[in-house]
């Protein structure tokens, strides 16, 4: 494996202001993993070093620090592909940027599919290397938000009676008040009440509000 064509480091880097997070760099070549270590933490960024991709999975058992993963396509073991897979099933994600080499570009173009923000192509400038590592990192804080976004929003809907979630489920499907209340056997009056109570508890002030935070809870 090459490492990255670093050159000497630049100080006034404009990348160096990066958002926040860790970045777990993964790959079984120590040289390139040290190489990769030196540039990241250089440029101000923290990072956590994997030998491979079960060493990373076991640390995400323990509780991983959240950011986002650099790693390598091909490896012993499980390969970056099936370490991508296994990163989007956490909750919240990981973004993943792929390092390949020369004849792994179908492979970077199957991560890219399955969600992978970048993939760098060996060997790799430090600004491309940087831009790739920042983009995810603002990734991973997007998919941090939603996933914040989303427990807020089902402890919400939580919080509802069964009949006012029956007419939240009516609201959410385009129907008025009248179709809502022929269906469960009430008034209209008596549904634009739940109505009331529901926009309260999930504190919301419109229709459209409503729908998006029913879609944020999944």
């Keep these: 494996m090459e490492a990255p064509e670093s050159g000497a480091l630049r100080t006034d880097n404009p990348l160096a202001a990066a958002p926040q997070g860790v970045v777990h760099v993964v790959d079984d070549d120590d040289a390139v993993r040290d190489s990769l270590a030196y540039l990241l933490t250089a440029a101000g960024l923290i990072v956590r070093t994997h030998a491979s991709a079960e060493a990373l999975l076991a640390g995400a058992d323990a ?34 940027v792929v390092m390949t080499g020369h004849g792994d570009v179908p492979l970077a173009v199957r991560a890219m599919k399955a969600g992978a923000v970048d993939f760098l192509q060996k060997p790799f400038s430090e600004s491309q290397l940087l ?13 941090a938000a939603a996933a914040a976004a989303a427990e807020t929003a ?24 009248k179709v809502i209340a022929q269906a469960l056997g009430a008034s209209p ?8 109570r529901v926009m309260e508890k999930l504190g919301v002030q419109s229709l459209p509000d409503l729908v998006r935070l029913v879609q944020a809870a999944g």
Aim: proline share 4%; charged share 25%.
């Design 154 to 177: 089902a402890a919400r809907l939580n919080s509802l009676t069964r009949r006012e979630r029956e007419v939240l489920d009516g609201l959410v499907a385009g129907h008025q008040t």
């Design 63 to 96: 509780g991983l620090e959240q950011g986002c993963v650099l790693t390598d396509v091909r490896m012993p073991g499980l390969d970056g592909l099936a370490l991508q897979r296994r990163l989007a099933a956490l909750d919240p994600p990981f973004a993943v």
């Design 131 to 143: 831009a790739a590592v920042h983009q995810a990192l603002a990734a991973q804080q997007r998919l």
């Design 189 to 196: 009056r008596t549904i634009e009440v739940h109505r009331g």
